[in-house]
């Protein structure tokens, strides 16, 4: 049996690529024949640094039409014939089941493929009020792509059963097709890589960075509250302690109002944005950070606290539910609503060693009670084992 393991993101996606790489290099110690996928060149040559070779899938114009065609509700009666270039592609090199780590439109145009696909959160029902998951009709076409492929997977992977139990209740999809693989995986997996290309260099010098400084590795979406972190950081100003702000990330719109934000508020000079930062200097940002602080209102669960425990980094997270599960007491918990929670939880760490210590002693323990590397690979066994079975009925291999 043949896998074919399609990739959505680039190394500049943030988070989702990390997790997408991470399932990758899980999916190479499995017993299965697997093919990596890929859209374009840019993503083939992302995925080369850590030694996986891709296929580039070729598209087509006519297949807007085929898609369009495939969409409409009654579909059901077109020609068997019509299938898309990049279907048609996956059957050329025989691959018998897809495995999607993000959440891709794909899966609404496969009619002779089945498939595995991934819900990594529900964040435009849990705050459909920000633009990234509302305008432009983004909202409309999660919910088009859950609807109807939720229930049609072989399986649905998600990582934490908050999330779970959603997507049972909201598409009906039954739980036992629904698997949970935690991020905590993911981190210590995808850590294990970067680890092997660090060169210890004075990350301090190279941004110029001059004191202490909060971390906070996101891209420039409206829903990571960075601003949040700028209001905190006067309070502090205020206050006597003078503390920087470090910001990595792409932009996804909202960047420039962030630092317009920043220097309105008097801060220009204390808030430091780096770009888009390579996995070794975001390793060594971390190290020499006073905490991360993720005051993100989507989750409920992210990568940056999983990436702060393993690197012995102190946390400061968002107070919602779900986020909250995640951390359990191995991180600062702050209040959204009020700037000045964030404030206290940094003179906290600033000023007690004994609280610095005890949070990163807690997302240690966090990580060594996680799920392993066997486990995940067990429960990715189990799901590919129960397709083959059924697969033997009408296909040999």
């Given amino acids: ?72 509700p009654f579909s059901y009666w077109l020609p068997r014939k019509y299938m898309t270039i990049i279907e048609k592609q996956l059957k050329s090199y025989g691959v018998d089941i897809v495995y999607l780590p993000s959440p891709d439109v794909l899966a609404m145009d496969l009619i002779e493929t089945n498939f595995i696909i991934t819900v990594l959160d529900l964040c435009h ?12 009709r983004e909202f409309e076409m999660r919910e088009e792509l859950y609807k109807s492929t939720l229930r049609k997977a072989v399986a649905v992977i998600t990582d934490n059963e908050y999330t779970s139990k959603k997507i049972s209740q909201i598409y009906g999809v039954s739980p036992e097709r629904i698997h949970i693989i935690p991020y905590s995986h993911i981190s210590t997996v995808y850590l294990a890589s970067m680890e092997r290309n660090i060169r210890y260099d004075d990350i301090r010098k190279k941004y110029s960075i001059g004191g202490e400084y909060l971390y906070y590795p996101a891209q420039f979406w409206a829903h990571k509250n960075h601003v949040y972190i700028i209001d905190a950081l006067k309070i502090l100003h205020s206050r006597g302690l003078i503390i920087e702000a470090v910001f990595s990330g792409s932009d996804k719109g909202n960047l420039n109002y962030v630092l317009n934000y920043a220097e309105k508020a008097g801060l220009k000079n204390y808030v430091k944005y780096l770009g888009f930062v390579s996995d070794e200097d975001k390793y060594l940002l971390y190290k020499n950070a006073l905490a991360l602080v993720m005051p993100t209102y989507f989750g409920p669960t992210n990568i940056p606290p999983l990436e702060a425990f393993a690197l012995g980094v102190p946390v400061i997270y968002s107070d919602i539910e779900g986020l909250r599960d995640q951390v359990k007491d191995a991180a600062l918990l702050c209040d959204l609503r009020n700037p000045q929670s964030l404030a206290e939880c940094v003179e906290k760490i600033f000023h007690n060693q004994n609280i610095r210590d005890k949070l990163i002693e807690g997302g240690k323990k966090i990580l060594q009670h996680s799920v392993k590397d066997n486990k995940v690979l067990e429960i990715l066994s189990d799901i590919l084992d129960s397709f083959q079975r059924k697969l033997k009925c009408w296909k040999s291999y």
Avoid at 125 to 136: A, R
Wanted: proline share 2%; aromatic share 18%.
């Fill in 1 to 72: 049996m043949r896998i074919g393991f399609i990739f959505q993101r680039n190394y500049f996606s943030g988070g989702s690529f990390t997790y997408e790489i991470a399932m990758a290099l899980t999916f190479k110690k499995l017993q299965y024949d697997t093919i990596f996928f890929v859209y374009n060149e840019s993503q083939r040559n992302s995925l080369a640094r850590y030694g996986i070779d891709a296929v580039v899938l070729k598209k087509s114009l006519s297949d807007n039409i085929i898609r369009n065609l495939l969409r409409n």
């Fill in 125 to 136: 029902l849990d705050f459909p009020e920000f633009p990234e998951v509302n305008f432009h």
